[in-house]
């Protein structure tokens, strides 16, 4: 096995602990007390070639004992604070919380919520801990809230989820990208490189968002439809590929199936209908499907935008069949991909933190799979429970059904949909533990709160949004009072009758994840951390240690049994929440390039503060007019779920029927006490990205 640790000082080569690039770089260490290491270029790694943002560059600052966890907490009966513990204590004192409860309430009393920042070694060992040793349903973690929806059109139109299923290098190459919802610019700074690449090529990039953010600016062509409307948009765009003769006729015949059906549904969305519904004049329409369709080779990248809907399967549903229509996956530098946002929310949900999945991509209620993975852990199938409950809906279920939690690596209180209530179903729950790096705003909720070691103190396999399994290498010792999730695991399940199968050490874990991914979609079977460490990363599926890994998937066959890709048949609906008299303005929500998901590490990087301090309220001119508010004064955001205030900030870049709001802070700027929990039918999904509000001055208040 490879050495688990690098003490010399020689950089040690490992990758980012932020975005799904999983950007490389090296960690050299320094006599330095806020972090032990500082960041180095690692200029072979083909991903970023060197390129950090912000984030990445002041990663170490986390790992300070000045705002980071650094010895475990329990909370005292007698003065209701969080006070220190010893390990030995804390490790009791939550074991006996899940046991009381699951001997009182069952084993589906106890949840566990995952985050998709973890390792492939902990999200696999997360999910085996609750089916085994809690014996409950009741898993499920924060991806669910990143790309579900583009996972689960995915999986129906090619039989297979993978976000990209050709390498970020393909994207230069291409001869059109249409990006769909992505501020690649602020959300993944090193991947910009790509786009503006593609344009040095010769190639066209045409941006659908809302507001001229960053990225639309690198645009030859912005399309700023309506927020929820993405839907209809696609539709309206694969009716004129129809209309105007461009359907790729053999390769639909030869390589897909269901298109009757798909073509019918588009051909009800005639451009004039889909420009009242989306806002989109017919001619930017018409030179959309110009140039995606003149190209010689096209791809549509999807984002969060898109998916983040009550209706994202059928959303992203629809850019696929515009993609099949004209003949794109499966060829070079061609196709339809997803950007995965979360660290690791590919390689997450792949091996078994999702509610209804089991390692390799297996689903839990099909017996064969259960039988795979029953062998490996070396138990029978049938005390294997069934899916529990999505994201959302455990979160919603907290104090009543599930009455206590062990949440690692996420932070719902600011993350989650209708935040505040969610708040209040944590603090109903007979029972909380939290393991996490700092004392986010979810641990500080807890009963007993486990400080786990961090990116630059462990090691493990990250899967980035190409399907890349990557190594990420331990470069310093964690402190004294800190341990591995897989220590914790390991520590747990000895307390509660497992004295077997939880081990610590990272490359032990991923030789058994090997096995149980074997002859899944997803299989890591010939993978292994001297292959990752020698070949800067391997695309799975990679079924035997012979195998080269799939950097490009779908050239010959599609994943489904008979090897064709299927056109799904979608139609415009509304968003869960339209705007009315009373709230007549939309609310979308995304991210700024300075700060990360909730915030909870890199609101702790004072660089990182400066350079954005606090929430905002992104309003056009006119609305700002109307409502009555001026440049930086504050406003009041009001749906019907509740009421956030921010500063005001005025421009023409957004649509004047919208407001956006960034989501990485807690208090009376969160975004999500304001959004939608409506979920996608399939994915389950929540709406994110579209609720109704209306504004208010708040100056005096």
């Known amino acids: 096995m490879l050495a688990a640790a690098n003490n010399s000082p020689a950089p040690t080569p490992t990758h980012c602990p932020y975005c799904a690039l999983q950007c490389g770089m090296n960690l050299r260490p320094v ?3 806020q972090g032990g290491v500082e960041v180095v270029e690692r200029t072979d790694f083909p991903v970023n070639r060197g390129a950090l943002c912000g984030k990445g560059r002041t990663a170490p600052a986390v790992l300070s004992s000045r705002v980071r966890l650094t010895g475990p907490l329990i909370r005292s009966h007698a003065t209701g604070a969080l006070e220190p513990a010893t390990w030995e204590e804390a490790l009791r004192a939550v074991a006996d919380g899940l046991r009381r409860t699951r001997d009182t309430y069952g084993p589906d009393g106890v949840g566990v919520f995952g985050g998709g920042g973890l390792t492939n070694e902990k999200a696999y060992s997360l999910g085996k801990f609750a089916r085994l040793v809690l014996g409950t349903s009741q898993i499920d973690y924060n991806g669910r809230f990143c790309m579900s929806s583009a996972a689960a059109a995915h999986t129906k139109a090619f039989g297979v989820d993978r976000g990209l299923p050709f390498p970020l290098e393909d994207v230069p190459r291409a001869g059109c990208v249409i990006l769909v919802g992505s501020n690649l610019a602020e959300t993944m700074p090193p991947a910009l490189r790509y786009l503006t690449e593609l344009k040095e090529n010769g190639g066209t990039l045409i941006v659908v968002d809302p507001r001229r953010t960053r990225t639309a600016e690198q645009a030859d062509l912005h399309l700023a439809p309506r927020p929820g409307t993405d839907l209809a948009l696609a539709l309206g765009l694969l009716h004129l590929v129809v209309a105007e003769g461009r359907v790729d006729e053999e390769y639909v015949r030869e390589r897909t199936t269901g298109w009757e059906d798909a073509r019918a ?73 997803c950007l995965t946002g979360q660290g690791n929310g590919q390689g997450g949900r792949e091996h078994g933190q999702k ?16 039988a795979h993975v029953a062998a490996v852990w070396g138990v029978d199938p049938g005390i294997l429970p069934g899916p529990g409950r999505s994201a959302y809906e455990l979160l919603d279920a907290l104090g009543r059904d599930v009455k206590a939690l062990l949440l690692m690596g996420s932070n719902p209180v600011v993350s989650a949909p209708r935040a505040a209530h969610v708040e209040e179903r944590l603090r109903s729950l007979d029972f909380l533990a939290v393991a996490d790096v700092v ?7 807890a009963d007993v709160v486990l400080p786990v070691t961090q990116w630059a103190e462990e090691t493990g396999t990250m899967t980035n949004l190409e399907g890349r399994v990557l190594l990420r290498r331990r470069a310093i010792t964690p402190p004294d009072g800190v341990r591995s999730d897989l220590e914790v695991m390991n520590g747990l399940a000895g307390l509660l009758g497992w004295e077997k199968g939880f ?25 292994s951390y001297r292959r990752i460490a020698e070949e800067d990363g391997v695309f799975w599926p990679c079924p035997g240690p012979g195998h080269p890994g799939t950097p490009r998937l779908f050239l010959d066959r599609f994943a489904t049994p008979d090897g064709r890709a299927r056109f799904v048949p979608v139609t415009h609906r509304p968003a869960g929440e339209e705007p009315d008299e009373e709230f007549p303005v939309v609310l979308t929500t995304g991210r700024v390039v300075s700060h990360y998901q909730s915030g909870a590490q890199t609101r702790r990087v004072d660089e990182l503060n400066a350079a954005a301090p606090g929430p905002f309220v992104e309003l056009h001119p006119r609305l700002a007019e109307r409502v009555g508010v001026a440049e930086g004064e504050p406003v009041a955001v009001v749906s019907r779920r509740g009421r956030a205030v921010a500063p005001a900030r005025i421009t023409s870049g957004i649509r004047p029927d919208t407001v956006f709001m960034p989501f990485h802070w807690y208090g009376e700027g969160r975004a999500n006490t304001l959004t939608n929990p409506a979920l996608d039918p399939t994915s389950r999904m929540p709406e994110f990205k579209v609720c109704a509000v ?6 005096g208040d």
């Open 355 to 370: 509610a209804d999945q089991l390692p390799g991509y297996r689903k839990l209620d099909d017996p064969a799979a259960r």
């Open 503 to 527: 081990p610590t050490d990272p490359e032990e874990v991923f030789e058994e994840l090997r096995r149980a991914s074997e002859g899944g979609l997803a299989d890591y079977s010939g993978i």
């Open 265 to 337: 549904a588009a051909m009800s969305h005639w451009p004039a209908l889909v420009e009242r519904i989306t806002g989109v004049p017919v001619p930017q329409l018409r030179e959309t499907v110009r140039r995606f369709c003149e190209a010689d080779s096209a791809m549509v990248l999807t984002a969060r935008g898109p998916e983040q809907q009550a209706k994202g399967t059928d959303t992203v549903g629809a850019w696929i069949n515009l993609c099949l229509a004209t003949g794109r996956p499966g060829r070079p530098h061609s196709g339809y991909g």
């Open 31 to 33: 006599q330095d007390p």
């Open 694 to 699: 209306r504004l208010e001055s708040a100056v």
């Open 439 to 445: 004392l986010s705003e979810t641990a500080a909720l």
